[in-house]
Every structure is written in structure tokens, then in C-alpha cells.
């Protein structure tokens, strides 16, 4: 089989046009580091085309085949890890170990979907219940047949992995527009997918490259599933346009998460997690720490930690630097919105100020006791700061987190009643006593409610979100006098059953 690009309109040569083609920016220092063509309606038909041509080869594989093609697509990755650092550290700015990170968790989720979906989507005997007993009833699962991923920047192979990886594993092929500030990564993915599987037909994992514009011609082509992760304003326009030819959604969108400090927490830990989590890739994380409710008696304390460790943290392109810079200049005004109105509405700058932003870098900003109605609490700010708020109970503190319209993630700190606080909160993740834990452990779903999105990536419902469920029921053999689905019944059958009904289920607790 020929080989080939995997990046359906890719062309490195083309002139940047904002019409044809995207450049693909160092947002340190605005060097230009790609030029990519930009996929229009007739090239996202093709690309679909190509899915749907390669859909029959790669869904009649057997699980044990899907898995080695994709561990080999991890080993790929793995022995390029070099080169795919180095490119989101130009293409999404944040450090080299960072993006180091984010590769290592990709893979962890690649080999845990590949490993993991015969047992969640093989075939299953269910028993069929005293009524059907001459029945013997199997669940199978089907691939669906095209996934479309739509990507966003700020995680570049990590987040769409999520469902590129599980929608690959459940026997799907894949069309995946990354965002039009991650496209080089996006393809580098897809490349280095058909570079380790030379031998299958093209289509299985395709990318096609663009604006907004691409992504909703992927929504409106002819696909059997839209996994989108981005912002709320987009996943709902996605969803709205979905519905037209009622094409399921996953949508995984954006998040307020927010951190509960107990008064019986190991503050230091809770405090070093918490700046860590706000900060991290310039805070551009949907599960970033935006909002903290900590207990009064230990408010003070863990204040004066939290500025304590994010004096000393810096953001900067250079190898020293903590985090980058932000990746899409226009979140920076956003942020900078977001802190005038907290300072507005009450709140304190305990560590910087409007005077941390010092584009494309914003230094961390802390501030204490905003209005809860405020954007700074209300709204993703997605940049490096954070808001906290002492609160007198836990019962306050869980009131507060749970005000909000998104439920991505949360933490909980407390040395005694982590799970019970964890168990309160409307989320779909939580750590106790530490921060992002689930998103390193792939048998954990994830997810959120309200704004923050619908459905599921990772573990198995992660992998249930890319197959169509088949119940079969296969007769074994008729009970003379049984025949309840025809009209051969007879009317002793009938008096028999009004009788029984009573004794079988009347007695039932
Ligand atoms: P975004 O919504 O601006 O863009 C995401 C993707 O959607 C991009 O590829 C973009 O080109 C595409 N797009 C834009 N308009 C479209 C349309 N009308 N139809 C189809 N596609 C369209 O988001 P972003 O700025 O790239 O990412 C940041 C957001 O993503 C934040 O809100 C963050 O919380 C969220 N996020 C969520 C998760 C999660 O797992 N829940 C993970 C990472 C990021």
C-alpha cells in the first residue's frame, strides 16, 4: 500500500493567505513556524471521503490488531519525543518538561485504550432473565464508524488524544481539525499515526487543518459522532448544528474548578498544589485551580504560603522559566478584564495585579475575598490566577464551589473527611489531597456537568462514548403453550400468567 501524508490538506510550501492558509505563530515571539492550507468544504468532504473508504478495513480488525497498531503509534511518539516537545513548546509556548509531561500522560492514555477496549467492548453473554429463559442474549459493541475530533490549543496532544485514542481503539476512524493554534502538532500526531502503520489503508487517522469554519464543515459532514473540546460559546454551537442531522456529541468544554481547604488540611501540601494548578501552562488548563474556599482557621496560614511559593515563580520562554507565555493573545484581555473587576468588586490583589500582564506573559496574580457574582469568579479566566475566598464551614465552601454553571474538576483538601467532601460536590472529578490526580490514572472517566460539557473521555465509559451498543436475543428453543408474542396465545397461557404475576413480582421488596 502506498504510503502517505496523513494531513489530507496540508502543504508547507503554500503562501500565507488568511482565506487558504493559516501560519502558525511562536507565541513568545511571533516567529512564524508553519504554513498550513486551510481545509475547505470540499477538501473536509474529501478527508471524510478517505475515513469512511478506511472505516470498513480498520473496524473489521479484531481488537488484538487495533491494539498493536496503536502501541505502535504510541512507541512512534515515544522515540520522537524530542521532536513533538520541542514543537509544542514553539506552537503552545509552555517549557520543554512541561510539554514532556503532557506527551508522557498521552501515552499512559493511548496504551490504556488500546489495552482496555476488548474488555470493555467484547463481546458479553447477559443472562436472559426468568421470562426469556429459553433466550440466550449476548451485548456486542460496534464502532460507530467516523469520529470527528475537534481540538483545542492549550493541551495540544493530551486533550484531543482523549478521543482520538478511544474513538481509534473502539474501531473507529478519525477526522481531527486540531485548533488553528496547535496545527502543527495536531498533524505531527497523525503523522507520526501513519508513519507507524504503513500498511493501512489511508483515512484511519486523518487531520485537516483550519479555522472555526473547518471544524463546523466537519459537524455538518457526513460522520457518526462530533468529539469536540473547547470552549462552553463554541461546544453549544457545535451542538446546535449537530442537532441538524442528529449527530451524537461529546463535548468536553470549559471549567471553574475550584480547590476546598479544610481546616484539619496539610496546608503546606495543599498550598504548594494550589499554586501549582492555578499557574501551569499560564493557567490555560480547564482543569486549572480558579477559585480556592478555605477554612478561617486556616486562612491566614495558607494565604501567606500560597504568596510565599508564587513570588518566587516567573513565566518566560527560557529553560529556567515556571510557565510560558499565553498562547492566544486575545485571553489576555479577558484576564486582565477579569482582574479589574474583581479589584472592583471587593476583592484584594494579596500578589500582583493588572500590573503582572506583561504580554505575551502574565506573572501570577492572587486575589482574596472577591464578589462571588463577580466574571473574576463567575467566568473561566483561563490565565495564571486565582481567587480565594475564606468561608466558615465546609458547608459554606461546598455551597460556593457548587454555585457555579460549570463542574469540570475540584480538589479537596482535609486529612479526615476528603472522600465525604469529594462525594459533595457536582463534578465530574475530584481529587483529595492533591491536585489532577484523575487525569493521570486513564481507568478514570472524564468529564463535566452544566457548562462544563457532555459525555465522557477515558476508562471504559470513555471508550463506550465511541461504540454503538448491539443487543442480540437468540431464541434456543419454544415452551409449547408460550408463545406470548403471537396470536397463537391461548387463553389458558393468559390465566396462567394472571396468576403468576402476583406470586412473581408481588412478593418482590
Ligand atoms: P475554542 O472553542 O475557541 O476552539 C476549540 C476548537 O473549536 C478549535 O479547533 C476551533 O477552531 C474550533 N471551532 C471554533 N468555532 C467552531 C465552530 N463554529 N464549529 C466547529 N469548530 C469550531 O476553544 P480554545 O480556545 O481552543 O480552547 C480553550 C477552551 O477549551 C477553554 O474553555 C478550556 O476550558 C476548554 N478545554 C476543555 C477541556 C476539557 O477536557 N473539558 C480540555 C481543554 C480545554
Same mark, same amino acid.
Given at each position: 500500500?502506498?504510503?502517505?501524508?496523513?494531513?489530507?490538506?496540508?502543504?508547507?510550501?503554500?503562501?500565507?493567505?488568511?482565506?487558504?492558509?493559516?501560519?502558525?505563530? #511562536?507565541? /513568545?515571539?511571533? @516567529?512564524?513556524?508553519?504554513?498550513?492550507?486551510?481545509?475547505?468544504? *470540499? &477538501?473536509?468532504? !474529501?478527508?471524510? =471521503?478517505?475515513?469512511?473508504?478506511?472505516?470498513?478495513?480498520?473496524?473489521?480488525?479484531?481488537?488484538?490488531?487495533?491494539?498493536?497498531?496503536?502501541?505502535?503509534?504510541?512507541?512512534?511518539?515515544?522515540?520522537?519525543?524530542?521532536?513533538?516537545?520541542?514543537?509544542?513548546?514553539?506552537?503552545?509556548?509552555?517549557?520543554? #518538561?512541561? /510539554?514532556?509531561? @503532557?506527551?508522557?500522560?498521552?501515552?499512559?492514555?493511548?496504551?490504556? *485504550? &488500546?489495552?482496555? !477496549?476488548?474488555? =470493555?467492548?467484547?463481546?458479553?453473554?447477559?443472562?436472559?432473565?426468568?421470562?426469556?429463559?429459553?433466550?440466550?442474549?449476548?451485548?456486542?459493541?460496534?464502532?460507530?464508524?467516523?469520529?470527528?475530533?475537534?481540538?483545542?490549543?492549550?493541551?495540544?496532544?493530551?486533550?484531543?488524544?482523549?478521543?482520538?485514542?478511544?474513538?481509534?481503539? /473502539?474501531?473507529?476512524?478519525?477526522?481531527?481539525?486540531?485548533?488553528?493554534?496547535?496545527?502543527?502538532?495536531?498533524?505531527?500526531?497523525?503523522?507520526?499515526?501513519?508513519?507507524?502503520?504503513?500498511?493501512?489503508?489511508?483515512?484511519?487517522?486523518?487531520?485537516?487543518?483550519?479555522?472555526?469554519?473547518?471544524?463546523?464543515?466537519?459537524?455538518?459532514?457526513?460522520?457518526?459522532?462530533?468529539?469536540?473540546?473547547?470552549?462552553?460559546?463554541?461546544?453549544?454551537?457545535?451542538?446546535? /448544528?449537530?442537532?441538524?442531522?442528529?449527530?451524537?456529541?461529546?463535548?468536553?468544554?470549559?471549567?471553574?474548578?475550584?480547590?476546598?481547604?479544610?481546616?484539619?488540611?496539610?496546608?503546606?501540601?495543599?498550598?504548594?498544589?494550589?499554586?501549582?494548578?492555578?499557574?501551569?501552562?499560564?493557567?490555560?488548563?480547564?482543569?486549572?485551580?480558579?477559585?480556592?474556599?478555605?477554612?478561617?482557621?486556616?486562612?491566614?496560614?495558607?494565604?501567606?504560603?500560597?504568596?510565599?511559593?508564587?513570588?518566587?515563580?516567573?513565566?518566560?520562554?527560557?529553560?529556567?522559566?515556571?510557565?510560558?507565555?499565553?498562547?492566544?493573545?486575545?485571553?489576555?484581555?479577558?484576564?486582565?478584564?477579569?482582574?479589574?473587576?474583581?479589584?472592583?468588586?471587593?476583592?484584594?490583589?494579596?500578589?500582583?495585579?493588572?500590573?503582572?500582564?506583561?504580554?505575551?506573559?502574565?506573572?501570577?496574580?492572587?486575589?482574596?475575598?472577591?464578589?462571588?457574582?463577580?466574571?473574576?469568579?463567575?467566568?473561566?479566566?483561563?490565565?495564571?490566577?486565582?481567587?480565594?475566598?475564606?468561608?466558615?464551614?465546609?458547608?459554606?465552601?461546598?455551597?460556593?464551589?457548587?454555585?457555579?454553571?460549570?463542574?469540570?474538576?475540584?480538589?479537596?483538601?482535609?486529612?479526615?473527611?476528603?472522600?465525604?467532601?469529594?462525594?459533595?460536590?457536582?463534578?465530574?472529578?475530584?481529587?483529595?489531597?492533591?491536585?489532577?490526580?484523575?487525569?493521570?490514572?486513564?481507568?478514570?472517566?472524564?468529564?463535566?456537568?452544566?457548562?462544563?460539557?457532555?459525555?465522557?473521555?477515558?476508562?471504559?465509559?470513555?471508550?463506550?462514548?465511541?461504540?454503538?451498543?448491539?443487543?442480540?436475543?437468540?431464541?434456543?428453543?419454544?415452551?409449547?403453550?408460550?408463545?406470548?408474542?403471537?396470536?397463537?396465545?391461548?387463553?389458558?397461557?393468559?390465566?396462567?400468567?394472571?396468576?403468576?404475576?402476583?406470586?412473581?413480582?408481588?412478593?418482590?421488596?
Amino acid at each position: 500500500m502506498a504510503k502517505r501524508r496523513s494531513t489530507v490538506t496540508s502543504n508547507d510550501t503554500k503562501p500565507a493567505d488568511h482565506d487558504t492558509a493559516l501560519t502558525s505563530v #511562536d507565541p /513568545a515571539t511571533g @516567529e512564524v513556524i508553519g504554513t498550513h492550507v486551510i481545509a475547505d468544504d *470540499a &477538501a473536509v468532504a !474529501a478527508a471524510v =471521503a478517505q475515513a469512511r473508504a478506511a472505516a470498513a478495513t480498520w473496524g473489521a480488525l479484531c481488537f488484538d490488531e487495533r491494539r498493536t497498531h496503536l502501541l505502535r503509534w504510541a512507541s512512534k511518539l515515544a522515540q520522537k519525543s524530542d521532536e513533538v516537545c520541542e514543537l509544542i513548546h514553539t506552537e503552545n509556548g509552555k517549557p520543554l #518538561d512541561d /510539554a514532556l509531561l @503532557e506527551l508522557m500522560l498521552s501515552l499512559e492514555h493511548i496504551s490504556w *485504550a &488500546a489495552k482496555h !477496549a476488548k474488555k =470493555a467492548l467484547g463481546p458479553k453473554r447477559i443472562s436472559p432473565g426468568s421470562l426469556s429463559s429459553n433466550y440466550s442474549a449476548r451485548l456486542e459493541h460496534r464502532p460507530l464508524g467516523i469520529v470527528g475530533v475537534i481540538g483545542p490549543w492549550n493541551y495540544p496532544v493530551y486533550t484531543p488524544n482523549g478521543s482520538i485514542a478511544y474513538a481509534l481503539a /473502539a474501531g473507529n476512524t478519525v477526522v481531527f481539525k486540531p485548533s488553528e493554534y496547535a496545527t502543527g502538532v495536531g498533524n505531527f500526531l497523525a503523522d507520526a499515526f501513519a508513519e507507524a502503520n504503513p500498511e493501512l489503508p489511508e483515512g484511519v487517522f486523518v487531520t485537516i487543518n483550519g479555522y472555526g469554519a473547518t471544524g463546523a464543515a466537519l459537524v455538518r459532514a457526513d460522520i457518526d459522532k462530533i468529539a469536540f473540546t473547547g470552549s462552553t460559546a463554541t461546544g453549544k454551537r457545535i451542538m446546535a /448544528a449537530a442537532g441538524e442531522k442528529l449527530t451524537p456529541v461529546l463535548l468536553e468544554c470549559g471549567g471553574k474548578d475550584a480547590v476546598i481547604v479544610a481546616a484539619d488540611a496539610d496546608i503546606k501540601a495543599a498550598a504548594d498544589a494550589v499554586a501549582w494548578a492555578a499557574t501551569v501552562n499560564s493557567g490555560q488548563a480547564c482543569t486549572g485551580v480558579e477559585r480556592v474556599y478555605v477554612e478561617r482557621s486556616v486562612s491566614d496560614a495558607f494565604i501567606s504560603e500560597i504568596k510565599r511559593i508564587l513570588t518566587d515563580v516567573r513565566p518566560g520562554s527560557d529553560n529556567k522559566a515556571s510557565y510560558g507565555p499565553m498562547t492566544m493573545p486575545s485571553q489576555i484581555d479577558i484576564v486582565r478584564r477579569h482582574i479589574e473587576d474583581a479589584l472592583k468588586n471587593g476583592g484584594t490583589a494579596v500578589l500582583g495585579g493588572p500590573e503582572s500582564i506583561k504580554a505575551p506573559f502574565i506573572e501570577p496574580v492572587v486575589l482574596v475575598d472577591v464578589d462571588e457574582d463577580s466574571e473574576a469568579v463567575a467566568e473561566e479566566t483561563f490565565g495564571p490566577t486565582v481567587t480565594i475566598r475564606t468561608v466558615d464551614s465546609v458547608d459554606e465552601a461546598v455551597e460556593l464551589a457548587n454555585k457555579s454553571k460549570y463542574g469540570l474538576s475540584s480538589a479537596v483538601y482535609s486529612k479526615k473527611n476528603g472522600l465525604n467532601i469529594a462525594r459533595r460536590l457536582r463534578v465530574g472529578a475530584t481529587s483529595v489531597n492533591s491536585v489532577l490526580g484523575f487525569a493521570a490514572i486513564p481507568g478514570l472517566p472524564f468529564g463535566g456537568v452544566g457548562d462544563s460539557g457532555i459525555g465522557r473521555i477515558h476508562g471504559e465509559p470513555g471508550l463506550r462514548e465511541f461504540a454503538r451498543p448491539h443487543s442480540i436475543a437468540v431464541q434456543r428453543f419454544t415452551v409449547p403453550g408460550m408463545a406470548l408474542a403471537s396470536y397463537t396465545r391461548t387463553d389458558s397461557t393468559m390465566k396462567l400468567l394472571r396468576k403468576l404475576v402476583p406470586f412473581v413480582y408481588g412478593r418482590r421488596k
